[in-house]
Each structure stands twice: as C-alpha cells, then as structure tokens.
C-alpha cells in the first residue's frame, strides 16, 4: 500500500517505541511533543507550524493521542500514527486550546511526571498561552536531549530518502550550473534551475513523491546572494544580483524528499580563475578534505573540528574562518550534532553531516563546498557526488 | 540614500522609543528579543532563525546592542539599526553563545528586571541552551503582549508596502488563473506564475525591492493541493495534482515586500460550475460580506467573528465551518488580532487583516475567498481588488 520510498509503518512504530521505553526508564507518565519535526517523526504526520497549536501526546502505557486545530481534522484523521485525534475549534477561541490540552493529558492519564519538548507551545505568529508547567501545576522533564540523540542516528530508509534528495539536489545545482551567465541575474538562473528540476523529478517520481517539508518544496539550486564580493557574507539572503565576468559563486542545493534533506554547495568561477582565486579555492578543498579524514565512528565532532582548525593554522588561513565545519541534517535542513568544538557528540554509524569548512575573504568573495556524508561503520562515505575540482566548476 | 518604499529610519527610532517607554513604565533594566521578526521591527535587521542565536538587547538608558554569530558580523554591522555589533565565534562552541549574551547584558548594566519575548532562544534546528532566567538568576518579565501590540497598528510606510505586496501578489494570481487548464499541473502552474511574476516584479522595482521576509521569496501563487475534493482541507502542503474539469479551486498568492506581506485567495472553478457549487459560493461571499460588514474601528474582533457566525447560523452553514474569519497579517503572514471569538482585541485604525471565511463540503471541495483589508477611521477598506464575483473566477 505505501509506495516503497517512504519510511514504513514499522520504523514509525520502533521509533515510538524506544520514546515509550525512555519514559518509563524516568518513570514518567507520559509525553508531550509540540514540535513539528517531532510530530513528523513519530507520527508520520508533516504540517507547517501556525498560531493554532499542536501537540502530540503519549502516555506510558502506549497511547498516542494527537490534538489538531478542527481545520487540521481530516488531515491528521487520514495521516497520523496515532490512536486517536482531537480537535479543538480554533486559535484563540474560548477556552484556549490549551484547556483542550488538559483535557486531553487528563484522559491519557498524564497528570504529573510529565515530559515535553518545550514547556508549552512556542509563541509563533503571534501565537500566547499558558506554560505546560502552569497547565499541569508541574514541573515538565525535559525530552528534547533524548529526542535529539534518537534523531541523530538514521535508518537505512532514511538514508535512502536522503541520497534521493540528493539525486535531484544534484540535477537542480547542474541546471543551476548551465544557466549561470554574465549578464544574467541570480533569480532568472535559480527560479529557473528550481523550476525545471522540480517538474522533472515530479514526472520521474509520480506518486512516489511528496516533499513533506517546512523549508523546501520539489528541488531547489540557487546563490542567496553569495555571488561576486558579497559571496564573503554566508547565507545572505537572496537578492538579484546579475552575473559578472570574474565572478566567484557559491551555491546551494537540494530537494525535499518524504521530509528530508540533503545539501549540496559548490564554489564556481565565471570565467579563468585569478592566482588568488585558485589558491584560495585550493586550500578550500584542502580543509574539507581535511575533515573527511577526520570522520569515523567512535570520535567526537569536536575532534573533527580541531582537525580542520589546526589545517585553517597551519595554511595560515584563520583570519578567513567564519564558521564551524558542518552540521547534522535529516528532517531538518541543519540540525545536531555539529562539528563543532563545543559538541562532544561521539560519531556513530548511520549519522549524516553536511561537510563545509569555508574561507571569506573580504574585497575577493567565499570559497565553500559543502558535501552530506554519512558515517559508516569504518569511515564515511560521502551522499553527493558532484564534481568538486576546481576544473568542473568553471563557467 | 534610502530607495523610497522603504520604511525610514526615524520610523525605527520612533518604533524603539516606544519600547525604551515601556521599559521605563515597567521599571525595567532592559529587554532581549530573541523573535527574528521583532529584530526586524525593531532594528531592520532581517534573517532567517537557526541553531545561532540572535538577540538584540536594549537598555533602560537606550543604548541597542545586537549580539550574532561571527557568520553574520559583517552583515549585522552593515544593517542593523544599533549602537553597536557583538558576535560569538559559534554555536554550540566553548563557551556557549550564551555566555557571551551575559556578558553583553552585564556590559549594558542589563542585571535584574530584565524584560524578554521568551526566556531564552527557541529551541531550533537542534539549538539547545540555557534559559535567559538561568542565565541572569533572576524571573523575566514577558514582553510578547506589549511588542505583539505595538505592531498590530501599521504606520502608513508599513501599510504602503503591503499595498505594494497586493499589487504583485494580483500579477502572480492573474498569471495562475491564466495557466491553471484541464490537463495541467498544480506545480506547473503555480511555479510558471510565481517565476514570471516575481522576474515582473524584480524588473519592475529594481533596486527599491527586498524581500526580507523569512517565509517568501519574490512573489508567488499556488494552490498547496486545494484542487477538487482535496480542497476540503484547507492548508494543505502542495501536492502535484493535474487539474479536471469541474475541480474547484482555492487558491493563495501574494508578494514579499521589505518583510511585509499581503494575502489573496479565491475561489475558482475549470468549467461551468455546478448548481451546488454556485450555491455555496454565493453563500461564502455572503460570509465574507457579514465581516467587512461588522469591522470597523472600536470593535472588539470578537465580536466581527460572532456577526460572521451568526450569518453562518442563519444560512445553516455551520456543518462547513472549519476556522475563524480572520488573522492580521504584517511582518508574519499570520500574526494576531484573530478574527475570533476568543480575541477581545479592539480594532484601531492601521490594523491590517485577512478576512476569510471558508465552507469546507465533504466529497465537494472547499470555498474561500481571502481579502486583505485595512481599517480605517471609519469603516475599513480592501487592499487587496481582484474580482470576487463567481463570472470573473471561472477558467
């Protein structure tokens, strides 16, 4: 019945079942989850957060209780893993949807030694309301942590529908590639890219597919902004910018697939590269590939940082380094653990990371690649596949 | 200097002003904002929340600090509206982000009676940290009401640019209604008339358009999968249905602008429409109708809300009532007042919201107009001028 891409019921019920054996492993009676890749991971259930609360709630015994606004109704009745679905009439309404939370929790017998996400629903457009804590006269026991670390660690179906994402990632950044010009602008090449990958991956994946994603839809390539000189300044925001001769590029792409991410950067040049630009590109390459000799189960990320700064020291590169060397990605586009200093999370088979030490020079412009990984059970094993020499990505 | 559309600077200082009174009538040391969109309002400084926290900080004295990553330096010194720029190497790093804002509240005399819009960074993204009130010792005093408040009323610069927001919106809507066939796609579409609309509108503008607004880039229209019978559910995420003859339609569209945002919806229909369709349809106009009827300055929106329910009593409608009438719409596409029962809020002049509200029919689709509409000193007016009529909405 399900289409074979899509993560199977069973995975959804082993999930649950590790957070159901977490809770009685604090004794706890039960748990609330409002966010909404929690919800998705649990449930099966993707949504786009509003004012209207949701929350997902689980008691010890097993129970899996979702509570939706009655607009969200036959939504989360055709969708959701869970055993039942509530409704409250709207935002802010009265009583508050909150009331009907109470509600709700009483019923599954979830009244004290309660764990949650957040203490309460996160005030989002415009959205107030009370503290769970307030709700239930209770402190709430944090789940995020636990959570999280479950998170971390993907599935083989979940790694599939991460190379998948990666797939059409690729085709969008090579059309974003091909249609990158002098004279051109920024948003005719990226809607353009965007565009035309997403209708091919649409009409080769039919049924197979939906996006299922808060950030993306269909496949997407483009340079928020990062083009020329202002490519120093990571993760602008998109502008027009028209393409120059000289101009040195940073992309970014992928596609959202049944919720998760893959992410593909790539450093290009519009026409012959300066000495500089091909020194520094040069050693771009050299940091990254720096951290994928640093990746194996069984080390910290922060050790992988270190090893990609002491190459940033001994290049001489430091006054260039902005940022820490990658991230975790999944459901969300960035998410733990990071390769960072500050995080001692021990690698361990089944993890995916974007790898994308970068170099910002001020008056020349960025220099980043960015690659999805996965950890095996020796080393790693790199997700995206498109060239990275320096050769390749001239325009 | 400024391109004229823009909202000035002396209009960030009043907005600010406005704030430091506050603190004062509170007796407040200062205030953290860690909300994207009230760094926004309040310092023009536009970006998209992940893992690394922001926070801007003011103090009791006036003095704005703004306190990012080291990834967002330059750009946070080129933009924002403050005295002063403070970053932090990473997150998660050692030590925490957190630290750093510390010791920034310390340097700003910020020690106690500390005011804020959470108690801490939300927990994006796999973000995780201490909360403000751990940070400082001491309980926050909530400043959500106050700030949520303040930006409900526009000023005639914001109003502008929403105005500006209708207009492109209308080009990309126009555009769908001319592409949406028997046979095609909904992703086809909307992605033709998103693309051409938005290029219209870079063309256009020039170097007066930004987009800044985290949930939209250039204009767009679409569907998100309300086609036919799936247009029973309301908000659904896009899908890639091919349109049929006789599928009812309800569709979205609007424009970025500087941060601000407008909202179209109609009710459209490929063919002659039925007689049940044309029914409900001039039954939705009504509904509509009951509420441009009922706002106008010094009404609670409750009470606008109850008038429309009513007309849905009275038309024995309720059976395909799913949601309220309406929500403001501004630097978020949703933010309060709400049209609801619930929100007691008085409307004043310069509050600008959607009106909308929508009869869902099981086995037949959904109907829903969305206006965007300003309230005057009277009575109200649209912003938003598409045609309404059922003649105009048939493809």
């Not at 709700?104 to 009244?111: E, H, K, N, P, V």
């Not at 039919?206 to 928020?224: I, N, W």
């Not at 790539?266 to 590109?281: A, C, Y």
């Not at 993890?351 to 960025?366: I, Q, R």
Request: charged content about 25%.
């Amino acid at each position: 019945m399900y289409p074979s891409i899509r993560i199977p019921p069973s995975e959804f019920a082993a999930r649950m079942g590790r957070l159901i054996d977490h809770l009685a492993s604090r004794e706890l009676a039960g748990a609330v989850l409002f966010d909404a890749a929690y919800i998705l991971y649990y449930a099966d259930f993707a949504f786009i957060p509003t004012e209207r609360p949701m929350a997902l709630a689980v008691s010890a015994g097993g129970e899996r209780a979702l509570l939706v606004p009655r607009l969200e109704l036959e939504h989360a009745r055709g969708e959701a893993l869970v055993d039942r679905v509530e409704a409250y009439p709207e935002y802010p309404d009265d009583p508050h949807p909150m009331e009907h939370l109470r509600r709700l929790l009483d019923d599954l017998g979830i009244r004290d030694r309660v764990g949650a996400d957040d203490d309460g629903y996160p005030w989002v457009l415009g959205y107030q309301g009370p503290s769970l804590s307030a709700l239930t006269g209770a402190a709430v026991h944090p789940l995020r942590p636990f959570v999280e670390a479950q998170m971390q660690v993907k599935s083989p179906a979940e790694v599939a529908l991460i190379r998948e994402s990666a797939t059409w990632g690729h085709l969008a950044h090579r059309l974003l590639q091909r249609y990158t010009r002098a004279g051109g602008t920024e948003t005719e090449a990226g809607q353009r890219a965007s565009h035309e990958a997403t209708r091919a991956m649409l009409d080769a994946l039919g049924p197979l597919y939906q996006a299922r994603s808060a950030f993306a839809e269909g496949a997407s390539a483009g340079y928020r902004g990062q083009i020329g000189r202002g490519g120093a300044i990571p993760h602008a925001m998109a502008g027009n910018v028209s393409f120059m001769p000289g101009d040195l590029l940073v992309s970014g792409a992928g596609a959202a697939m049944w919720g998760y991410h893959s992410e593909l950067e790539r450093t290009m040049v519009i026409g012959p590269p300066s000495d500089e630009q091909r020194r520094l590109f040069e050693h771009m390459l050299a940091l990254q590939q720096s951290a994928f000799d640093a990746l194996r189960p069984g080390v910290p990320c922060s050790d992988v940082d270190r090893a990609v700064r002491r190459q940033y020291e001994a290049l001489e590169l430091l006054p260039y380094w902005k940022h820490h060397s990658g991230h975790g990605i999944g459901l969300r586009y960035h998410e733990g653990p990071f390769l960072d200093r500050g995080d001692h999370t021990v690698l361990r088979p089944g993890m995916v990371l974007t790898v994308e030490p970068g170099l910002y020079v001020e008056g020349l412009g960025g220099f980043r690649h960015s690659d999805t990984v996965l950890i095996g059970e020796e080393g790693m094993e790199r997700i995206t596949y498109y060239a990275r020499d320096l050769a390749s990505l001239i325009l």
